[in-house]
């Protein structure tokens, strides 16, 4: 194995027919090598059937919530359960699991969270005795793997980085890559077909992931690109 190691992950598959839409086409025809499926929303089903026939490695993007920054403070689009309370998330975690489960027919490959809730307590213990349960990593949290969110077009309020998801921006990312193993988070999507904060940025997202000269200059990099699924037994969850 090449000395630096690329995993390519999708978030949010299942939420929208666009979004399964942008996730497929990256993986057949662009980078993308893994995602994490939203299992509460309508268009899990259809995620998951390809998920089934496909050689995409699929974990769980555990959905807690969504919130967005407005006149100067976070609000929340919408609230699963309290992300304070130990036991409701812990509940929450396990009819996420088991649906996932239904719906794929086997466990997840990895474990992450809508918008990052799961670096902070008492998230994080639950997902992270999840994914030792499972023997699968979790975002952030197991060691050995580095996590990159710079290809995105919003900073962390909210505010456009149009320059952020471009191919040089994409590719110099690529370049700059440190020896192990990174993860790079992105968000795909072939229509804005669905109301969130994060939209027109994924269809642009779709077309960079997919841009010939990435997969150069992965190539001219000499970083293997890998799947979650490809990992297994090589770190410890």
């Known amino acids: 194995m090449s000395d630096r190691v690329l995993i390519v992950n999708a978030d949010d598959f299942g939420r929208s027919p666009g979004v399964n839409g942008g996730v497929v086409r990256t993986h057949e025809e662009g980078i993308v090598t893994s995602a994490t499926m939203l299992v509460r929303w309508p268009a899990a089903a259809d995620a998951a059937e390809y998920a089934r026939r496909s050689s995409l490695s699929v974990g769980l993007h555990l959905d807690l919530g969504e919130w967005e920054y407005r006149d100067g403070e976070w609000r929340a689009r919408y609230d699963v359960v309290t992300t304070m309370s130990r036991e409701a998330v812990a509940e929450e975690i396990e009819r996420q699991l088991g649906r996932f489960k239904r719906l794929t027919g086997r466990s997840p490959t990895h474990l992450d969270s809508h918008q990052h809730v799961h670096l902070s307590m008492p998230v994080r213990g639950e997902l992270l005795r999840i994914g030792e349960r499972l023997g699968v990593p979790v975002r952030d949290v197991t060691p050995g793997i580095l996590h990159s969110g710079v290809f995105h077009g919003q900073d962390d309020r ?70 979650f699924a490809d990992l297994a037994g090589l770190i410890r969850a």
């Open 158 to 227: 909210g505010n456009p980085l149009p320059d952020a998801i471009t191919v040089e921006a994409l590719v110099r990312t690529i370049e700059a890559l440190p020896s192990g193993i990174t993860e790079l988070g992105c968000h795909p999507a072939s229509d804005d077909d669905h109301d969130a904060t994060y939209g027109r940025e994924r269809v642009q997202e779709m077309a960079t992931l997919c841009d010939p000269r990435v997969q150069a200059a992965i190539e001219r990099c000499g970083v293997a690109l890998r799947s």
